[in-house]
């Protein structure tokens, strides 16, 4: 049972438009995202994270939205760039548990 | 400013072998994490552990050991390796739960053959 679907395997984006990436979930309980950056033989790094209190947060590129009626959050990044291409985890959790739940990722190309 | 360091990077093992993953951490964080990572699939967390001397199981405990007697180590043991635990680990460290994100080492990609 996957609580957190992330769809889209892969996505390329041309630099300087916007990368969108999108992540499901079924826990109703989770009320804490985050989204990790993955380079290849890396540890993910910590992107930007969200509450379920707010629907939108912002880190200079990068916002991400949170629609709790539909189990939907998105990664928007504006404008790509080239050092964005990796792969893209989506994680939640219902902070009291102190465990994180992983989406499968998404590799996002982002070409000249 | 190391900040999570895992060792080995690599490692190949026979069916039946056992090993300890290091996992160590220069951050005073009292939380720590074990995940694995399968190809194509997310990370599924393995052990964790709040602080030193308090350990407990995750999704996929089986097949595994944790140990956490400082705040600084915590090492993974693989007693009887298996072909399923073939796999890239990484270990993580938070400074105080959900509410400060992960710190994660680059990873030990292990392989049972």
């Known amino acids: 049972d996957q609580q957190v679907k992330q769809n889209s395997p892969s996505l390329s984006v041309q630099e300087g438009r916007i990368s969108i990436l999108n992540c499901d979930y079924t826990?109703?309980?989770?009320?804490?995202f985050l989204w990790y950056k993955k380079y290849p033989a890396e540890g993910p790094t910590f992107l930007i994270s969200?509450?379920?209190?707010?629907d939108k947060n912002e880190d200079g590129r990068f916002t991400v939205f949170l629609n709790k009626s539909a189990k939907h959050l998105s990664l928007h990044i504006v404008p790509s760039q080239p050092g964005d291409s990796a792969v893209y985890f989506c994680?939640?959790?219902?902070?009291?548990?102190?465990?994180?739940?992983f989406g499968t990722g998404t590799r996002l190309q982002v070409f000249p | 400013n190391a900040g999570v360091t895992q060792t080995p990077k690599f490692r190949i093992l026979k069916i039946g072998q056992s090993m300890t993953l290091q996992c160590a951490q220069d951050?005073?964080?009292?939380?720590m994490y074990w995940y694995r990572q399968d190809p194509g699939m997310g990370l599924k967390l393995i052990y964790y552990?709040?602080?030193?001397?308090?350990?407990d199981k995750g999704e996929v405990p089986n097949g595994y050991n944790v140990s956490r007697s400082t705040t600084e180590d915590f090492p993974l043991r693989l007693e009887l390796a298996a072909p399923s635990q073939t796999s890239v680990y990484f270990c993580?460290?938070?400074?105080?739960?959900?509410?400060?994100?992960?710190?994660f080492g680059d990873g030990t990609r292990l392989s049972i053959l």
């Open positions: 993580a460290s938070s400074s105080d739960g959900l509410n400060q994100p992960q710190h």
């Open positions: 826990n109703s309980m989770f009320d804490y």
């Open positions: 969200i509450s379920s209190i707010k």
């Open positions: 994680a939640a959790s219902v902070v009291v548990t102190d465990k994180l739940i």
């Open positions: 951050m005073n964080h009292n939380y």
């Open positions: 552990s709040v602080g030193a001397g308090i350990t």
